[in-house]
């Protein structure tokens, strides 16, 4: 009988000795996501990352959960509140954009390394501000470090195979910003434990501070040390191997921003990832001032909103893995519109509900979790956008999210102009506003939302568009010719009908070279 035809990135020859422990496609991504296993490089990767990005984020809000007490010590007003929760944020902007460059041309683990590197004494000067605008300063430098989250999601949307970035992308996203709730329980019990050991809440606060700055300094050595860019190599390597094209940024930039899915995602991701950090800033003053709660309760009801990431956000991710294997990368553009709208309608619920205590906590955390699966769901999609330039457009999206924080701070929650119950709901409003774009993103080779794919299109014409004649001629295309490929199952179930394995290959046949 004929042996039944695959696609020629597929044809590889078994190799007497695996390469890898974990199965791998013909791109040596890993197929399969072992959660609890540190194999080199796949998983290796995915610990460092998340645990790095959780770092930067206990750096980035360390303050929050001690704001009463920083307020009376510095005397800081309501207006020099918001202006330094604007600052936390607003910094990552523009790191993010960079951070997306960096990861396309030098590699995840140098960028990641670097920008945790450079923050971290603004971490430690936080034990050492003095009035408003010292406190802005620590507050804007420090927000530099969640730029880290571009590298994390470059890294995972380089080392997992389309059937699981999304699960990727979601766990480690969702785990790193699990920091933004665990440091509203870690800074008062340090607090505290350094209060019982004699020193006074002015010292007391500050020595705090300490406690971020290590972990984030640990977590670059770590990177340093045991991470590695891509399933074959770090891209030093590979590129004076002449394994990987050395690309300019003259390149990376122009096929972003001529890509308008990358400008839709970001706005999209502005009103979720946006939302959260916003919440981030604002949750524990908010129930500590209208519901006269203490400050370890405040922290801990804070707590709940980014605890919520150890489920929710890898949920998204989940779910979009899911949704894609039903009905191709129209579901994932459906989940994500429904899961975003349905958060939307649940922030405004949380204004509207202010009355009354439990029914805030209780409708504050089922809007943590939609708005947090709605990140996870968001970069199902992201890595799909662009390949050659994946990096920018995950920093185009991450920026996104953190100018959405931005505006979110400056109109609603920046000085007295709305209470903050008002800011809430209209911030819900903004959300399913903003969530709307989605239905123009139209994949020509997958389809939309309303419109099937185009007759005739496929994936490889797609990527293939960012690169020249003559560059892929010269090969330089072929990573994105295996990844589009692989990504089969995008285009729903009739088109990954046959498809053996969805194009993995074994752990058993891992290919030695590639």
Same mark, same amino acid.
């Given at each position: 009988?004929?042996?039944?035809?695959?696609?020629?990135?597929?044809?590889?020859?078994?190799?007497?000795?695996?390469?890898?422990?974990?199965?791998?496609?013909?791109?040596?991504?890993? %197929?399969?996501?072992?959660?609890?296993?540190?194999?080199?490089?796949?998983?290796?990767?995915?610990?460092?990352?998340?645990?790095?990005?959780?770092?930067?984020?206990?750096?980035?809000?360390?303050?929050?959960?001690?704001?009463?007490?920083?307020?009376?010590?510095?005397?800081?007003?309501?207006?020099?509140?918001?202006?330094?929760?604007?600052?936390?944020?607003?910094?990552?902007?523009?790191?993010?954009?960079?951070?997306?460059?960096?990861?396309?041309?030098?590699?995840?683990?140098?960028? @990641?390394?670097?920008?945790?590197?450079?923050?971290?004494?603004?971490?430690?000067?936080?034990?050492?501000?003095? !009035?408003?605008?010292?406190?802005?300063?620590?507050?804007?430098?420090?927000?530099?470090?969640?730029?880290?989250?571009? @590298?994390?999601?470059?890294?995972?949307?380089?080392?997992?195979?389309?059937? *699981?970035?999304?699960?990727?992308?979601?766990?480690?996203?969702?785990?790193? /910003?699990?920091?933004?709730?665990?440091? #509203?329980?870690?800074?008062?019990?340090?607090?505290?434990?350094?209060?019982?050991?004699?020193?006074?809440?002015?010292?007391?606060?500050?020595?705090?501070?300490?406690?971020?700055?290590?972990? #984030?300094?640990?977590?670059?050595?770590?990177?340093?040390?045991?991470?590695?860019?891509?399933?074959?190599?770090?891209?030093?390597?590979?590129?004076?191997?002449?394994?990987?094209? *050395?690309?300019?940024?003259? /390149?990376?930039?122009?096929?972003?921003? %001529?890509? &308008?899915?990358?400008?839709?995602?970001?706005?999209?991701?502005?009103?979720?990832?946006?939302?959260?950090?916003?919440?981030?800033?604002?949750?524990?003053?908010?129930?500590?001032?209208?519901?006269?709660? /203490?400050?370890?309760?405040?922290?801990?009801?804070?707590?709940?909103?980014?605890?919520?990431?150890?489920?929710?956000?890898?949920?998204?991710?989940? +779910?979009?893995?899911?949704?894609?294997?039903?009905?191709?990368?129209?579901?994932?553009?459906?989940?994500?519109?429904?899961?975003?709208?349905?958060? =939307?309608?649940?922030?405004?619920?949380?204004?509207?509900?202010?009355? @009354?205590?439990?029914?805030?906590?209780?409708?504050?955390?089922?809007? $943590?979790?939609?708005?947090?699966?709605?990140?996870?769901?968001?970069?199902?999609?992201?890595?799909?956008?662009?390949?050659?330039?994946?990096?920018?457009?995950? =920093? +185009?999206?991450?920026?996104?999210?953190?100018?959405?924080?931005?505006?979110?701070?400056?109109?609603?929650?920046?000085?007295?102009?709305? *209470?903050?119950?008002?800011?809430?709901?209209? +911030? !819900?409003?903004?959300?399913?506003?903003? %969530?709307?774009?989605?239905?123009?993103?139209?994949?020509?080779?997958?389809?939309?939302?309303?419109?099937?794919?185009?007759?005739?299109?496929?994936?490889?014409?797609? &990527?293939?568009?960012?690169?020249?004649? #003559?560059?892929? #001629?010269?090969?330089? /295309?072929?990573? %994105?010719?295996?990844?589009?490929?692989?990504?089969?199952?995008?285009?729903?179930?009739?088109?990954?009908?046959?498809?053996? $394995?969805?194009?993995?290959?074994?752990?058993?046949? $891992?290919?030695?070279?590639?």
């Amino acid at each position: 009988m004929e042996r039944q035809s695959r696609p020629a990135a597929m044809e590889v020859e078994p190799a007497s000795k695996p390469k890898f422990r974990i199965p791998v496609d013909s791109d040596n991504q890993a %197929t399969e996501f072992w959660l609890f296993s540190f194999v080199r490089p796949h998983m290796s990767a995915f610990h460092l990352s998340w645990f790095s990005f959780f770092c930067c984020f206990v750096s980035t809000f360390a303050a929050p959960p001690l704001l009463p007490l920083i307020r009376d010590t510095l005397g800081l007003t309501a207006k020099d509140i918001g202006n330094a929760g604007i600052a936390s944020v607003s910094g990552a902007v523009f790191a993010r954009l960079a951070m997306g460059t960096a990861c396309d041309l030098v590699g995840p683990r140098l960028s @990641s390394a670097a920008i945790i590197l450079l923050t971290t004494p603004a971490v430690y000067c936080s034990a050492i501000i003095n !009035g408003p605008s010292s406190f802005l300063l620590v507050r804007f430098f420090t927000g530099f470090s969640l730029a880290s989250f571009v @590298s994390t999601q470059f890294w995972m949307s380089s080392m997992f195979s389309p059937p *699981k970035v999304g699960l990727a992308n979601g766990v480690a996203g969702g785990w790193g /910003n699990l920091g933004g709730g665990a440091v #509203q329980l870690l800074m008062p019990l340090v607090f505290e434990a350094v209060k019982k050991m004699g020193s006074t809440p002015f010292t007391a606060w500050r020595v705090a501070f300490f406690i971020p700055g290590v972990m #984030q300094t640990f977590s670059a050595i770590a990177v340093l040390a045991f991470g590695q860019d891509m399933p074959d190599g770090n891209y030093r390597k590979l590129h004076k191997a002449g394994d990987m094209h *050395k690309d300019s940024f003259a /390149n990376v930039l122009r096929h972003a921003v %001529t890509n &308008y899915r990358a400008w839709i995602l970001a706005l999209t991701y502005g009103y979720c990832f946006g939302v959260e950090l916003a919440v981030d800033n604002i949750v524990a003053q908010y129930f500590y001032d209208r519901f006269d709660v /203490n400050l370890h309760t405040a922290g801990l009801i804070a707590a709940s909103f980014g605890m919520a990431n150890i489920i929710s956000r890898p949920g998204g991710g989940l +779910m979009s893995d899911w949704l894609s294997d039903r009905f191709g990368m129209r579901g994932r553009l459906w989940g994500l519109w429904i899961v975003q709208t349905v958060g =939307g309608v649940l922030c405004v619920v949380l204004g509207l509900v202010d009355y @009354s205590f439990a029914a805030s906590v209780a409708v504050m955390m089922l809007f $943590s979790f939609f708005v947090q699966a709605a990140c996870g769901l968001t970069f199902g999609i992201v890595p799909f956008v662009s390949r050659r330039s994946l990096g920018l457009i995950s =920093g +185009m999206t991450g920026g996104g999210g953190n100018v959405g924080a931005v505006l979110t701070q400056v109109i609603f929650f920046r000085g007295a102009k709305y *209470k903050t119950e008002t800011g809430i709901v209209y +911030m !819900g409003i903004m959300i399913i506003a903003c %969530t709307l774009p989605l239905t123009l993103i139209y994949f020509p080779q997958w389809g939309g939302m309303f419109v099937g794919p185009k007759p005739g299109a496929t994936a490889e014409e797609y &990527y293939s568009q960012e690169w020249t004649e #003559q560059e892929r #001629q010269k090969g330089y /295309n072929a990573s %994105t010719v295996r990844f589009a490929e692989n990504s089969v199952r995008e285009g729903g179930p009739k088109s990954a009908s046959g498809s053996q $394995s969805r194009h993995t290959v074994p752990v058993d046949a $891992s290919p030695a070279n590639v």
